[in-house]
């Protein structure tokens, strides 16, 4: 099995950074597509961001030109930078990884994001 371990959020005032980051452990073989989700009080979750293994990325449009993501295979770990927060930031982030040989994804525990007005 894998794990993935997340590190990294906290309360930020609006217009602040935050840097989240995903490790993962276990039987791994590889890793392909690494995300980052989030899920706000009373919302359901929602795909932030996304890297494939050769690099390639894609954003929610609410996040395009704040948020960066980006891996180290070496490392296998994911990491969201977050700038120029906003309230409606404020959400339970995870992280997600599709690992070689498996059939499912594997989730992170969750960071809170608090983002104050």
């Known amino acids: 099995q894998v794990q993935l371990v997340e590190s990294g959020g906290g309360l930020v005032q609006a217009g602040g950074s935050l840097r989240l980051s995903c490790a993962a452990s276990?039987?791994?073989?590889?890793?392909?597509?690494m995300y980052w989700y989030r899920q706000a009080p009373g919302k359901q979750r929602e795909l932030v961001a996304a890297?494939?293994?050769?690099?390639?990325?894609t954003y929610v449009d609410s996040v395009k030109g704040r948020f960066t993501i980006s891996r180290d295979n070496a490392k296998i770990t994911v990491y969201l930078q977050m700038n120029s927060l906003i309230p409606e930031d404020t959400a339970v982030y995870y992280c997600?990884?599709?690992?070689?040989?498996?059939?499912?994804?594997?989730w992170g525990q969750g960071s809170q994001v608090t983002v104050s007005s």
């Open positions: 997600s990884m599709h690992a070689l040989g498996y059939s499912q994804n594997f």
């Open positions: 276990g039987r791994i073989f590889g890793i392909d597509t």
């Open positions: 890297i494939t293994a050769s690099g390639s990325t």
